[in-house]
T-cell receptor, first 117, second 113 residues
Framework: GAGVSQSPSNKVTEKGKDVELRCDPI?????LYWYRQSLGQGLEFLIY????????KSGLPSDRFSAERTGGSVSTLTIQRTQQEDSAVYLC???????????????FGPGTRLTVL | QKEVEQDPGPLSVPEGAIVSLNCTYS??????FMWYRQYSRKGPELLMY????GNKEDGRFTAQVDKSSKYISLFIRDSQPSDSATYLC?????????????FGSGTQLTVLP
């Protein structure tokens, strides 16, 4: 079946502009995560959605970052007034429902490579 | 100190060699351990998932967990050039509803033909 998809695959923007990154999770997966991966670094957790519960935003680095998930499916990560330090690969992942016994199995999309000039 | 430490490498081995990749962690709340493989410009893919101390084998891959030492390893037997990738360890606790993984920084592996 289809995996996690993300768009765009690459985004180049100018400092100060806003960007929107999109994630389509695997159908039936209730959990959705956003991570950021900088060059030579591990994955940094940003935000987590589980079903209709309030999202866990504890990883968002500043109030310029926000995310929403519409209808329990597609998610959009928005970065306002982008800075050069925002340049990274933004990865989205989804997981099966908690009752599936595999809720820690995260399936990743290919990522969006963001470059802020 | 990072919660999860992983030697970034790079690690270069000849084809057929046994590869050992390792992570240490400081948070005793971590109960579930994973290894992900990430090819260049791709998202990570899950290789191994384990939750108990000891060994778990899957084909050429063996995951080893030692909770008393807070140390996990991934062994690759008969390594192939197609194993060339970055390997990330990841772990998660059993508390609360949030299930975000804590990742190591990844080890870059090259298997030379």
């Amino acid at each position: 079946g289809a995996g996690v998809s993300q768009s765009p695959s690459n985004k180049v923007t100018e400092k100060g502009k806003d960007v929107e990154l999109r994630c389509d999770p695997i159908s039936g997966h209730t959990a959705l995560y956003w991570y950021r991966q900088s060059l030579g670094q591990g994955l940094e957790f940003l935000i987590y959605f589980q079903g209709n519960s309030a999202p866990d935003k504890s990883g968002l680095p500043s109030d310029r970052f926000s995310a929403e998930r519409t209808g329990g499916s597609v998610s959009t990560l928005t970065i306002q007034r982008t800075q050069q330090e925002d340049s990274a690969v933004y990865l989205c992942a989804s997981s099966p429902p908690p009752h599936s016994g595999r809720r820690d199995t995260q399936y990743f999309g290919p990522g969006t490579r963001l470059t802020v000039l | 100190q990072k919660e999860v430490e992983q030697d970034p490498g790079p690690l270069s081995v000849p084809e057929g060699a046994i590869v050992s990749l390792n992570c240490t962690y400081s948070n005793s709340a971590f109960q579930y351990f994973m290894w992900y493989r990430q090819y260049s410009r791709k998202g990570p893919e899950l290789l191994m998932y384990t939750y108990s101390s000891g060994n778990k084998e899957d084909g050429r891959f063996t995951a080893q967990v030692d909770k008393s030492s807070k140390y996990i390893s991934l062994f690759i037997r008969d390594s192939q050039p197609s194993d060339s990738a970055t390997y990330l360890c990841a772990m998660v606790g059993d508390q609360g509803s949030a299930r975000q993984l804590t990742f190591g920084s990844g080890t870059q592996l090259t298997v030379l033909p």
